[in-house]
């Protein structure tokens, strides 16, 4: 059910929160074992459930928006009183002390969480492969990832154990997940929505957003969660960016040399057989040049661990999570590190500590930066001419479980997601179709991407293409 139906339920009480709540604990008992979308699932939920449904009886259609809607958050979203591990070891016993702005917002709509879902370690990874608490199944197909890294948020709300989830996407990790899903991903526009209280990966990059079952639930997840937070500075104002109007149809942008290699030829076919769609709606399909977006990748995997270096940082043993004891302090840092982080983080710490130092900053991370300026020079000038791009939002459906245990295979999965963040403009993922692989239907997304503060403009276009409008 989408959150609309929902709600008309709830207000109606043909189907209450607390009838929600027992459905989707029945689906949990009978899925998740398997599945493991979820690292907590919060045994406070029912009591929350049973008060929603009271209130729906005195207040009805008077009820905040999303009263008793069951919402399943990734755990390195920090919700006061709950565990948020990040998937890791290092914070295996974390408990957060306050909430993020964007759960402050949805506990004011009325929101019941579910639990925290699992995900890449501190949301490093395509495939929810690399969680200290077990890898998490696709629910199409079990025999392979659901995605990431926000794997566990797309797979509970695949399977049905909520209505929407958040995720973090600081590469992709909304949109592909939920195209490896068949489910709807949005990566907002850079600083709409808040970062206070999310675990930070690179802090430049990484926004929240929601996984749903439709375009209209994650533009009403949004609409929720976004806005100005005097706790995040980099969070952006109305006015801001020039306003995007919107259109009865759209002028939409293919950038073909950017899609050349890669792509799985049935992937492929889906997305062509979404701009026949598109052009026959009415809207313009046209071909662009986008020559700096295949160097997105690169700069990305210099910008994001330099960032992770530093934002990893504070792990130290001493104020946050895990500490092992050793001879004197430095023995502390070092053994609490070596043991609390998996091979991924440290990979990434590395790397990111490398491209910092002194001698090699100008070559690398200086060089990276300039790209990234490049790239969104590029982009506007792109905006100026075309209303939205399309690209599919991953080259390949699924992969089988440890199919891609070298990095370097599973970096290039992100190839067109990252620009996104790089640049900071919004993204959102739609599934468009589905492609066989042995004899399984898998869903396979399309992306559209919009111009700075084009969310209004996203969820407008989303609607029209996924037939909601
Ligand atoms: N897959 C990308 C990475 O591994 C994106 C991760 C993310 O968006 N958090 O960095």
């Known amino acids: ?29 009978e899925r998740d074992g398997t599945i493991n979308a979820f690292v907590d699932v919060f045994d406070d939920a029912m009591a929350s459930a049973e008060e929603a449904t009271a209130r729906y009886k005195t207040e009805g259609e008077n009820a905040p928006a999303l009263l008793g809607m069951p919402i399943a958050i990734k755990t390195n979203i920090l919700i006061e009183g709950k565990r948020a591990t990040a998937s890791s070891k290092m914070l295996e016993h974390y408990v957060a002390t306050y909430d993020a702005t964007v759960i402050t917002k949805l506990k004011e709509a009325g929101a019941l969480f579910v639990g ?31 995605g990431g890294s926000s794997g566990g948020s797309a797979a509970a709300v695949a399977m049905g154990a909520a209505v929407a989830a958040l995720g973090t996407d600081t590469g992709g990790s909304v949109r592909q997940p939920a195209s490896f899903c068949g489910v709807v991903g949005y990566k907002p526009t850079y600083g709409s929505v808040s970062r206070s209280g999310l675990i930070a990966m690179g802090s430049s990059l990484d926004q929240a957003g929601p996984l749903t079952n439709t375009v209209a639930d994650a533009e009403i997840i949004h609409n929720i969660i976004s806005g100005k937070d005097p706790l995040d500075a980099t969070t952006i104002n109305a006015d801001t960016y020039p306003l995007v109007p919107l259109k ?48 997105g990748l690169a700069a990305y995997y210099i910008v ?152 209004a403009r996203l969820f407008d276009f989303g609607k029209k293409m996924n037939g909601e409008l």
């Open 304 to 455: 994001m661990p330099a960032e992770v270096s530093s934002n990893l940082g504070r792990f130290d043993g001493v104020r946050y999570g895990l500490h092992v004891d050793g001879a004197d302090l430095l023995d502390d840092y070092m053994l609490t590190r070596a043991q609390g982080f998996g091979e991924e983080v440290k990979r990434r710490i590395l790397l990111g500590t490398y491209v910092l130092s002194a001698g090699y900053y100008d070559s690398y991370y200086g060089k990276a930066e300039q790209v990234r300026e490049m790239m969104r020079d590029e982009l506007d000038a792109v905006f100026k001419d075309v209303d939205i791009l399309l690209t599919p939002t991953s080259p390949v459906p699924a992969f089988k479980i440890g199919e891609k245990s070298d990095p370097l295979s599973m970096y290039l999965a992100d190839i067109f997601t990252v620009p996104a963040n790089l640049t900071g403009v919004p993204a959102l993922s739609i599934p468009a179709g589905t492609v066989d692989r042995d004899g399984v239907l898998l869903p396979v997304g399309v992306q559209c991407i919009g111009p700075h503060a084009g969310d």
């Open 248 to 295: 009865d149809t759209y002028r939409i942008g293919v950038p073909r040399d950017f899609l050349g290699t890669g792509i799985d030829a049935d992937v492929s076919a889906v997305f062509e057989s979404t701009l026949t769609k598109l052009k026959e709606a009415g809207h313009e399909i046209v071909d662009v040049t986008l020559p700096l977006m295949e160097k």
């Open 1 to 29: 059910m989408t959150i609309s139906e929902l709600r008309k339920k709830f207000v109606e009480g043909s189907y209450t929160p607390v009838d929600a709540l027992t459905d989707i604990q029945k689906v949990i008992d």
């Open 116 to 146: 925290a879902t699992n995900m890449d370690e501190f949301a490093m990874g395509s495939s929810t492969e690399s969680s200290a608490f077990g890898i998490t199944r696709n629910p199409v197909d079990e025999s392979r990832v659901p």
